[in-house]
C-alpha cells in the first residue's frame, strides 16, 4: 500500500510539473491599426494581433477584436483561424457597427479562445488608426 501511495505521488509530482511547464497561452494587440478605404470611403479598420495557444496547440482558435473611437464602435466577431502551433500575427478587420472610424488615437479590446476555452483577454489597449 505505500509504495502504491509513493507511486502515485510521484505521478501527480510529474503531471502537475508538465502543466506548469508547458507554454501558457498569449495574446497581445499591436499599438499600430490602419484604416482601410474603399473607393474614399473608410470601410474597417485593420488591427495586428499576436496570438499563441501555447502547447498543444488546437487546430484552430477563434479570435474576436474590438475598437471603440470616441462615439464609434466596432468589431471583428468571433473568427475561427487555423492553429499553426506557435506564435502567429493575425490582421483582422474590425468593421464598424456605429459612425465611421478615422485616423486617430482608439482602444482596443480582443478574446482568445484556444480549443474549448477562453484562453486571453486583453481589454482597452491605446493603438494609433493611420492611414
Known sequence: ???????????????LGAVVLADPPTLSIGQQATLERLQGFPVD?????????????????????????????????????????????VDLPVFPVSGEFAAGDANASAALVCGALTEGLELGATIKITE
Open 45 to 89: 479598420v485593420l488591427v495586428t494581433v499576436v496570438v499563441d495557444c501555447g502547447d498543444p496547440a488546437p487546430g484552430e482558435f477563434e479570435l474576436e477584436v474590438d475598437v471603440r473611437q470616441g462615439d464609434t464602435v466596432g468589431t471583428s466577431g468571433g473568427v475561427f483561424i487555423p492553429a499553426t502551433g506557435g506564435r502567429q500575427v
Open 1 to 15: 500500500m505505500r509504495h502504491r501511495i509513493l507511486l502515485v505521488g510521484t505521478i501527480l509530482v510529474f503531471a
